[in-house]
């Protein structure tokens, strides 16, 4: 009767996890360059039944595997391209293909897919006041005018006194090997890396201007995970209860006979 303990609140437990997966999926269903998140959960520590006779022990049965507990194994990002937004923000910049932009942040050099750009106090284009975006040698770039157009990702525009030049070329970088195993994902939209992670410049991929990449969290394909989890997590707790309450009968009523 105790196995029912273990295997309804780590059941519990996944369910609440998963619970807020979801929600921060949906939460960000309008962010852009959002990459949803899915848990996985698993068993743990598996183990083999027996049945044996009632005095000789010494003979018995393989019934089968079971586990007790059943816990969050990993919880994997959805790297699939979005779908694109066309905005008219001259700020704003869209990746199509594989890359990430690259912000120097005060916890260095972090990665996002976020093109929703503006420009600080000093004219450098920045993140949601997250960072500076880094151009090409890793110098941040500085638009003096909002007169200016962009051809693959350099900017060209002119100064306050009209001279043309070029202000510079967004850097998008990728990185060898699955997203998986080198990225990490850190609040408000951004990556970071291990040290060992091979950083590639990404050329094969098409910054589009005025364009915003949109969330692949998909609204509806969360309402029914969320709803699905919710009704385990009722449905445990329920069965809990009645747990709770046969226990409390076994340990009173029982105990007097």
Same mark, same amino acid.
């Given at each position: 009767?105790?196995?029912?303990?273990?295997?309804?609140?780590? #059941?519990?437990?996944?369910?609440?996890?998963?619970?807020?997966?979801?929600?921060?999926?949906?939460?960000? @269903?309008?962010?852009? #360059?959002? &990459?949803?998140? &899915?848990? =996985?959960?698993?068993?743990?520590?598996?183990?083999?039944?027996?049945?044996? /006779?009632?005095?000789?022990?010494?003979?018995?049965?393989?019934?089968? @595997?079971?586990?007790?507990?059943?816990?969050?194994?990993?919880?994997?990002?959805?790297?699939?391209?979005?779908?694109?937004?066309?905005?008219?923000?001259?700020?704003?910049?869209?990746?199509?293909?594989?890359?990430?932009?690259?912000?120097?942040?005060?916890? #260095?050099?972090?990665?996002? %897919?976020? #093109?929703?750009? %503006?420009?600080?106090?000093?004219?450098?284009?920045?993140?949601?006041?997250? /960072?500076? =975006?880094?151009?090409?040698?890793?110098?941040?770039?500085?638009?003096?005018?909002?007169?200016? @157009?962009?051809?693959?990702?350099?900017?060209?525009?002119?100064?306050?006194? /009209?001279?043309?030049?070029?202000?510079?070329?967004?850097?998008?970088?990728?990185?060898?090997?699955?997203?998986?195993?080198?990225?990490? &994902?850190?609040?408000?939209?951004?990556?970071?890396?291990?040290?060992?992670?091979?950083?590639?410049?990404?050329?094969?991929?098409?910054?589009?201007?005025?364009?915003?990449?949109?969330?692949?969290?998909?609204?509806?394909?969360?309402?029914?995970?969320?709803?699905?989890?919710? %009704?385990?997590?009722?449905? /445990?707790?329920? =069965?809990?209860?009645?747990?709770?309450?046969?226990?409390?009968?076994?340990?009173?009523?029982?105990?007097?006979?």
């Amino acid at each position: 009767m105790y196995q029912g303990f273990y295997n309804l609140t780590s #059941g519990m437990l996944t369910q609440q996890r998963t619970l807020n997966t979801v929600s921060n999926n949906m939460v960000n @269903v309008q962010t852009p #360059g959002y &990459k949803s998140d &899915k848990m =996985v959960s698993s068993t743990f520590e598996e183990e083999m039944l027996y049945r044996t /006779g009632k005095r000789n022990k010494s003979r018995y049965t393989e019934l089968g @595997v079971t586990s007790k507990i059943r816990t969050a194994q990993r919880t994997y990002v959805n790297y699939e391209q979005g779908s694109f937004n066309p905005t008219g923000g001259i700020y704003d910049f869209a990746l199509s293909g594989r890359g990430f932009f690259c912000i120097d942040t005060p916890n #260095g050099v972090q990665y996002t %897919r976020n #093109g929703s750009f %503006r420009v600080d106090e000093e004219g450098y284009l920045t993140l949601n006041n997250l /960072g500076r =975006v880094q151009g090409e040698g890793g110098q941040p770039i500085q638009i003096t005018s909002e007169d200016f @157009v962009v051809t693959n990702g350099t900017i060209y525009g002119r100064d306050m006194d /009209g001279t043309s030049r070029e202000f510079g070329t967004l850097r998008v970088v990728d990185f060898e090997g699955n997203y998986q195993d080198v990225l990490h &994902k850190e609040d408000y939209g951004l990556y970071s890396t291990d040290a060992a992670a091979q950083e590639v410049n990404q050329t094969e991929s098409a910054v589009i201007w005025k364009t915003l990449e949109r969330s692949n969290s998909d609204m509806v394909e969360e309402m029914t995970a969320m709803m699905t989890a919710q %009704r385990a997590l009722q449905s /445990g707790a329920q =069965v809990l209860k009645m747990y709770d309450q046969v226990m409390s009968k076994s340990a009173t009523d029982i105990g007097r006979l």
